[in-house]
């Protein structure tokens, strides 16, 4: 069955403890991308990768890392989390960027105390 | 920076009846343009898109219209059923590589029988 699979699904954590979200598609995309959502901002886009090795910045990258060293994996490493860092996390994919049919994960819910 | 505005940000019509939702960008690079339909609870999904070379598109009940000109882009729903009830979401590519994407705000639509 063709999914993009995000890891954990809830996470409670505490200020300052790094921690990785880990999403994986089995669909050989090119394309994968992470977002957060909060109320009454809709979705933002944190980081994007057009294939492996190559990632850039979206619209709010600030406090947050990824790596893309194989095709199916873009983790989301936030070295230090911070309260604002609450929020609901989206991983999505697409076969490359021309064909931007994105398939989104099932999202991470992350509350960071 | 870039952004992209959407309106209305809700949204009530009876069954039947039609939904417009409009969004305006910013970029004059944009050159494509996607809606999503968020149900309560669950993740984004792709519902139609457009690129800039073509003015409308249409898939069943919903078409999408582009206006490069005025740079604004609009979603219509036509015969809306109950299961139309969702948030929907616009969204923008930013610059000419189409990686970067800015959403809309939002829009809770809700269709009453």
């Known amino acids: 069955e063709a999914q993009v699979t995000q890891n954990p699904r809830y996470l409670i954590t505490v200020t300052g403890k790094k921690l990785t979200v880990t999403c994986s598609q089995n669909m050989n995309h090119e394309y994968m991308s992470w977002y957060r959502q909060d109320p009454g901002l809709g979705l933002r886009q944190i980081y994007y990768?057009?294939?492996?090795?190559?990632?850039d910045k979206g619209d709010v990258p600030e406090g947050y890392k990824v790596s893309r060293k194989e095709k199916r994996n873009f983790p989301l490493i936030l070295e230090s989390p911070s309260p604002n860092q609450t929020s609901l996390y989206f991983c999505?994919?697409?076969?490359?960027?021309?064909?931007?049919?994105?398939?989104f994960g099932a999202g991470t819910r992350l509350s960071v105390l | 920076g870039e952004n992209v505005e959407q309106h209305p940000s809700t949204l009530s019509v009876q069954e039947g009846d039609s939904a417009v939702i409009k969004c305006t960008y910013s970029?004059?690079?944009?050159?494509?343009f996607p809606w999503y339909k968020q149900e309560l609870g669950k993740r984004p999904q792709l519902i139609i898109d457009?690129?800039?070379?073509?003015g409308e598109k249409k898939d069943q009940r919903i078409a999408v219209t582009l206006n490069k000109t005025a740079k604004h882009f609009s979603l219509h729903i036509t015969e809306t059923q109950p299961e139309d009830s969702a948030v929907y979401f616009c969204a923008a590519s930013i610059g000419n590589q189409g990686g970067k994407l800015i959403f809309g705000q939002g829009t809770e639509l809700s269709v009453k029988p």
């Open positions: 999505a994919s697409s076969l490359t960027v021309a064909k931007n049919i994105q398939y």
């Open positions: 457009i690129r800039s070379n073509v």
């Open positions: 990768s057009m294939n492996v090795e190559v990632t």
């Open positions: 970029d004059s690079a944009s050159n494509y």
